[in-house]
């Protein structure tokens, strides 16, 4: 189960094939094989990663099950 690595919610959307949305703090995630990129969604749509506001360790260890 895809867990959002901000708010920890269960309530994931799938957006695309390896794209998500988290409806508790509406931001996308991208999952790569094991790598998580987080971005905030920009009023004109762009997206704006926050990547750098997690560790690398703690976005690693999240657990990724796609189904």
């Not at 957006?15 to 905030?40: A, D, P, R």
Request: hydrophobic share 35%.
């Amino acid at each position: 189960m895809l867990r959002c690595p901000n708010c920890n919610s269960k309530d994931i959307g799938k957006i695309g094939s390896h794209q998500f949305y988290c409806w508790g703090c509406f931001i996308e995630l991208t999952v790569n094989g094991e790598k998580m990129s987080v971005y905030q969604v920009e009023e004109d749509g762009t997206l704006s990663s926050l990547d750098d506001l997690f560790f690398e360790d703690d976005i690693a260890s999240q657990e990724i099950h796609v189904n």
